[in-house]
């Protein structure tokens, strides 16, 4: 199936067939679903919806905070996706970004051990990036949503597996997707390799009570789009260096995206 189809597919069985449950750290009750996941070719297709529009420069952005600024201070970042969640120190804590820039095996962050890795031993097996530390989940605004992405090269393609323990399917989701397959993009052009496959694994996928309106006007969108529209498909464009630590935001782009109309969803913080 198409990315599109199987977010729609997923979004649809969160809604119909999901547990509603209170969500005590929100006060928010939510339909709750276990062990989704989206996967697509990236040679195939790049994963963004259609169905509503994607703020893809802020998800981009965001990406690049986390990963190449390995930074956790909210003021280096373009929007204001973070600002509920930063503190009286301007940063949220030891989260995200703070654990990327961690020693790992004798490099001095996550990533630049991955990139390594796969450079010298494209076989190797032992490339993950894990942001999900237990001696400082107190320490944290809050805790990662998406923890974990493992990486790998099998017949000349850089594949991705994104693991992801709570999601939001209608507000965070396409974020993540969207974000990580770009992230594997921007690891294949500095590794010399083609982007292969991007698995999006979730645990807990819920809608929130109060998203509801938004993901019954999304659903009517997505069958409303016409058949040029899904036929047209968005693609993803980088200029500018093939290093990953060199990239910014301007050198990414997104030809063709023309989406649905943009849906105001509500966020529990």
């Known amino acids: 199936m198409s990315y599109e189809l199987q977010y729609i597919t997923n979004l649809k069985k969160i809604l119909y067939c999901g547990t ?15 062990s ?39 003021s280096e970042l373009n929007s204001k996706i973070w600002d ?7 940063t949220i804590g030891k989260s995200y970004g703070y654990q990327i820039g961690k020693s790992c095996r ?10 390594n890795t796969l450079k010298n031993d494209p076989s190797n097996r032992q490339c993950v990036i894990n942001m999900w530390n237990v001696g400082e989940l107190d320490e944290m605004n809050l805790v990662p949503c998406v923890y974990s992405s493992v990486w790998n090269i ?6 991705c ?17 969207t974000e990580y397959a ?17 698995t999006h694994v979730m645990a807990d996928s819920h809608i929130y009570i109060n998203q509801l309106p938004g ?29 990953f630590w060199e990239v910014k935001l301007e050198d990414i782009h997104i030809k063709n995206y023309n989406p649905m109309a943009t849906i105001k969803y509500e966020v529990a913080v």
Request: net charge neutral; aromatic share 10%; proline share 5%.
């Open 154 to 159: 099998i017949d000349g393609r850089l594949n």
């Open 84 to 90: 509920a969640w930063t503190g009286s120190d301007g």
């Open 20 to 34: 509603k449950e209170m969500n005590t750290r929100t006060g928010i009750e939510t339909l709750r679903l276990p």
């Open 36 to 74: 989704t996941q989206i996967i697509v070719d990236l040679e195939k297709e790049f994963p963004i919806l259609l169905s509503k529009k994607v703020f893809w420069k802020s998800a981009v952005d965001e990406i690049l905070w986390i990963m190449q600024k390995q930074s956790n201070v909210t």
């Open 182 to 198: 770009v992230l594997t993009y921007l690891f294949a052009r500095h590794l010399g390799v083609r982007p292969g496959v991007l």
């Open 106 to 115: 004798g490099y001095t962050n996550q990533v630049s051990y991955v990139l």
């Open 161 to 177: 597996m994104l693991v992801q323990r709570s999601a939001d399917y209608p507000v965070g989701v396409p974020f993540d997707t």
């Open 215 to 243: 993901v019954y006007q999304q659903i009517g969108q997505y069958e409303m789009m016409d058949r040029r529209l899904r036929e047209c498909l968005p693609i993803l464009d980088i200029k500018g260096p093939s290093n």
